[in-house]
């Protein structure tokens, strides 16, 4: 069974800063990783995702991640926090191509300081 | 852009009382999730329905849940007789046929059992 680790629930960043969101995963096959935003009162939508290929993934509003399968993990990344960046992300995992099932991390709720 | 729409977005409701929460999926999907988050908690996978039958389900997708696709658009999730715990917002995902697996969620329902 495949499972999600995400480091710190609450990040808090001040605008224009590097932000970084830490997750590792476990799952005996290689998995397909992705990371979801939930604005508030709001949905889940896809940022980004990784399945094969490249292991540098570029999603939308300038957010990337890198796929690591020595370090087990997929830590979201963004060169320069906006106050729109404000919300909860989502680190999940699947294996296979079917994705039946998407196991997701705790969550990691993003603050942006003005 | 198509999009999975949920209905309704809050229900309030006394415990022991059926509750159905309803989902349209995008339209030429063929694979349906619900998934469900504890205020607080992480998203948990309840159930996958594909074919007209659950495809898979987790512990939580207990006796007291179903899943229907009464007319080939919407698709629901029933509660026949709700429990304190389970309140929660309900997250309703759709998928299509190949692909990475990448989900597509809708709003969510907000579930309150008093």
């Known amino acids: 069974a495949q499972s999600v680790t995400q480091l710190g629930s609450h990040v808090s960043v001040s605008e224009g800063a590097l932000v970084l969101l830490r997750c590792n995963y476990s799952?005996?096959?290689?998995?397909?990783l992705f990371w979801y935003v939930q604005y508030p009162n709001q949905g889940l939508q896809l940022l980004l995702k990784?399945?094969?290929?490249?292991?540098l993934v570029k999603g939308i509003n300038g957010f990337e991640a890198e796929f690591k399968k020595s370090e087990t993990s997929f830590h979201l990344t963004k060169p320069s926090a906006h106050m729109s960046d404000a919300a909860e992300y989502f680190c999940a995992v699947t294996v296979g191509s079917a994705g039946n099932m998407l196991t997701f991390g705790g969550g990691t709720r993003l603050m942006v300081k003005p | 852009e198509p999009e999975v729409t949920q209905t309704p977005s809050h229900q309030v409701t006394q415990m022991g009382q059926e509750v159905i929460l309803r989902c349209v999926p995008i339209s030429n999907h063929l694979y349906f999730y619900w998934y469900r988050q504890i205020l607080g908690q992480k998203v948990e996978f309840l159930v996958s329905?594909?074919?007209?039958?659950?495809?898979?389900k987790s512990e939580i997708f207990d006796d007291q849940f179903s899943v229907e696709r009464p007319d080939g658009s919407n698709f629901t999730l029933k509660i026949r007789s709700t429990k304190l715990e389970d309140s929660a917002m309900y997250f309703c995902a759709s998928r299509g046929t190949g692909g990475t697996g990448e989900l597509f969620f809708g709003e969510g329902s907000r579930l309150t059992v008093l």
């Open positions: 990784y399945t094969t290929g490249a292991t």
């Open positions: 329905f594909y074919n007209n039958e659950i495809s898979e």
């Open positions: 799952s005996s096959v290689p998995p397909y």
